[in-house]
């Protein structure tokens, strides 16, 4: 089955770094871009940023740039976002998702990892 | 980069047919054949519908389509179900982007 499993939820204080991770199932996974997304608690989706695990080319959204960077590391297919300090703001569900080209729509998804940002 | 502009919310009888537009600018989505709809249920990791305006990916119900005209996609669901209550969210490449969503549009089944 195809699949990208997430890692689990992450409570941090501001100021903390984090790296969360998406491992890929069923599929060769340097043929597709792992994406991230964003979803503030009861708002809407936001498109981070995408990656090719090949070699590690990344584009980000201009609201992203800077705050966040991606990473792959494909021989354990694995991709990565992280940051390297958090802010109350960053509490969030980021989800992962697989393109087949940057211009290409997401056909799957994982199940999210909710970050939590707290003093 | 701005959010495609979508209804906030839209509600509609069982059986009947909905359409929920997705307006951009001639940088994203009136530039590109590259729209995508996702439906996201409660609690859960959004699912494609419709990717490059109007294809449909395996095992999705040929209920939802996909149309655009100029800066605006659309997307129709025909003979609603209860299931079909849920957020949806168009998508677009974008020359900056390089991909803006939707703000979403909560579609509810009377």
């Known amino acids: 089955e195809v699949q990208l499993v997430q890692s689990g939820a992450e409570v941090k204080k501001p100021g903390e770094s984090l790296k969360i991770s998406c491992q890929g199932y069923?599929?060769?996974?340097?043929?597709?871009?792992i994406g991230w997304v964003r979803q503030m608690p009861g708002k809407g989706l936001e498109w981070m940023g995408i990656i090719y695990p090949p070699d590690s080319d990344s584009r980000y959204s201009p609201s992203f740039q800077g705050h966040v960077t991606l990473s792959a590391d494909k021989s354990i297919t694995t991709a990565y976002l992280q940051w390297s300090s958090l802010k109350a703001s960053d509490t969030a569900m980021y989800y992962c998702a697989r393109g087949r080209a940057v211009r290409d729509a997401f056909d799957i998804w994982g199940q999210g990892t909710m970050v939590t940002v707290s003093s | 980069q701005s959010a495609l502009t979508q209804p906030a919310s839209v509600s509609e009888s069982p059986g009947q047919s909905i359409t929920i537009s997705c307006t951009g600018t001639?940088?994203?989505?009136?530039?590109?054949?590259?729209v995508s709809w996702y439906q996201q249920h409660p609690g859960k990791a959004p699912k494609l519908l419709i990717f490059?305006?109007?294809n449909r990916p395996s095992g999705v119900s040929n209920r939802f389509s996909g149309s655009k005209s100029g800066n605006t996609a659309s997307l129709t669901i025909s003979g609603l179900q209860a299931e079909d209550e849920a957020d949806y969210y168009c998508s677009s490449y974008t020359r900056s982007g390089p991909w803006v969503f939707g703000g979403g549009t909560k579609l509810t089944v009377l």
């Open positions: 069923g599929y060769r996974f340097t043929s597709y871009w």
């Open positions: 490059d305006v109007s």
């Open positions: 001639s940088s994203d989505v009136g530039g590109y054949n590259y």
